[in-house]
């Protein structure tokens, strides 16, 4: 089973500023890789597939980057609606299919 | 604009059988997976399995003994039975469309794209 490996756990940020969320998975996902934003009481929301490509609908503010094992999530400039949880998941290798544990978005 | 509506059971007692069903309203159900994800309270999400319209499935295998999912095409709905619950499945359920696209052998993948409300199952004696 591949794990990811989500970090920081919680980053304190101030809106505008540029939040980095880092996962690392234990193997190769290939781009097999999703990002999503999950807010208190809310499903999950896709926002990267791909590794690198917004989903549809999604600011250009967010950015994925990365292949293999190490991939980032770019938050460019935050909005006050952007602070939040945000999970990987992994595609490559299934079943089973996993998540990371998620970074919070917390405000400074 | 595709909605999924799910429901079940949300109070179980230790050794009972997790029920839920997720409906499929406004698009296509071929083409597609469509999955289970569950989230512990103050937790991350745990994948459990999923099913095609035709009925292929994949399961967690830390789950596999204990998960069924199936799919009435007829209805455009597919469900999740977990059996012999205990408080470690105490979780939010969602259901979930899943999307790959692309052709064999450079298939990619979409992500889950639309979601399910949540159906909040607690598991007590």
């Known amino acids: 089973e591949i794990v990811l490996t989500q970090s920081p756990a919680t980053l304190s940020l101030s809106p505008g500023e540029r939040a980095t969320l880092s996962c690392r998975a234990s193997?190769?996902?290939?781009?097999?890789l999703a990002w999503y934003q999950q807010k208190p009481g809310q499903a999950p929301r896709l926002l990267i597939y791909?590794?690198?490509n917004r989903a549809t609908g999604i600011p250009a503010r967010f950015s994925g980057s990365g292949s293999g094992t190490d991939f980032t999530l770019t938050i460019s400039s935050l909005e006050p609606e952007d602070f939040a949880v945000y999970y990987c998941?992994?595609?490559?290798?299934?079943?089973?299919?996993?998540f990371g544990q998620g970074t919070k978005l917390e405000i400074k | 604009q595709v909605q999924l509506q799910q429901w079940g059971a949300g109070l179980l007692k230790p050794s009972e059988t997790l029920s839920l069903t997720c409906a499929v309203y406004?698009?296509?159900?071929?083409?597609?997976?469509w999955s289970w994800i569950r989230q512990p309270p103050g937790k991350g999400l745990e994948w459990i399995g999923e099913?095609?319209?035709?009925?292929?499935?994949n399961y967690n295998p830390s789950l596999k003994s204990r998960v069924t999912i199936s799919v009435d095409t007829s209805k455009n709905q597919f469900s999740l039975k977990l059996s012999s619950v205990t408080a470690a499945d105490t979780a939010v359920y969602y259901c979930?469309?899943?999307?790959?696209?692309?052709?064999?052998?450079?298939?990619?993948?979409?992500?889950?794209?639309?979601w399910g409300q949540g159906t909040t199952v607690t598991v007590s004696s």
């Open positions: 193997q190769s996902v290939s781009s097999y």
């Open positions: 099913i095609n319209h035709s009925g292929s499935t």
């Open positions: 998941q992994q595609r490559s290798n299934w079943p089973p299919s996993s």
């Open positions: 406004g698009g296509s159900f071929s083409g597609y997976y």
């Open positions: 791909d590794a690198s």
């Open positions: 979930a469309r899943d999307v790959w696209f692309g052709e064999p052998p450079r298939w990619r993948y979409y992500g889950m794209d639309v």
